[in-house]
């Protein structure tokens, strides 16, 4: 593909991104090690660390060993480190089979693509991922959450 000439439209376009008034927005990623835990926010409790709002855009998951049992898990916004959430993913399998998931592709019936999270020491400030059916005896593996501040 050949350069676009300095008046074409497509240099327009790009000129007018560079000189605009807005704010970027840095995107961040926390990387939380999963546990085999059967409580709520057994296999991970994530608190959001920032004194604003965030929005988490993705949350994956990378089963790296699979439970030794059948095992399903929900993976949500949540007011504490001990409470289960699905509003990003619902009911993701980790006991058939190794991989990576996420809330876009394996969110299920009510997981999301996009979900606030309150200002650390607000009222929701967690992302929790909490055995659904089964046991996580045996998961290993590690999420990232994706986010940015609102």
């Known amino acids: 593909m050949a350069n ?14 560079l000189t ?3 704010t970027p927005v840095a995107l961040k990623c926390a990387k939380v090690a999963l546990a085999a835990l059967d409580t709520g926010g057994g296999v991970l409790a ?17 089963v790296t060993t699979k439970s030794t049992a059948a095992c399903t898990v929900d993976a949500g916004t949540a007011a ?4 289960t ?8 399998d980790v006991g058939t089979a190794t991989g990576l998931f996420d809330n ?3 969110k299920g019936v009510n997981g999301k693509s996009i979900k606030r999270l309150d200002a650390k020491g607000s009222t929701t400030d967690y992302v929790t991922i909490s055995k659904a059916t089964g046991a996580a005896a045996g998961l290993v593996g590690s999420a990232y959450i994706y986010y940015s501040e609102v």
């Open 46 to 62: 994530w608190q959001n660390p920032e004194s604003v709002a965030v929005m988490v855009v993705r949350i994956a998951v990378d």
């Open 104 to 106: 876009i592709t394996d």
């Open 85 to 92: 959430g699905d509003t990003l993913i619902d009911g993701l």
């Open 4 to 17: 676009p000439t300095k008046n074409s439209p497509v240099a327009e376009q790009v000129k007018d991104l």
């Open 20 to 22: 605009s008034d807005t």
């Open 80 to 83: 504490d480190a001990t409470t």
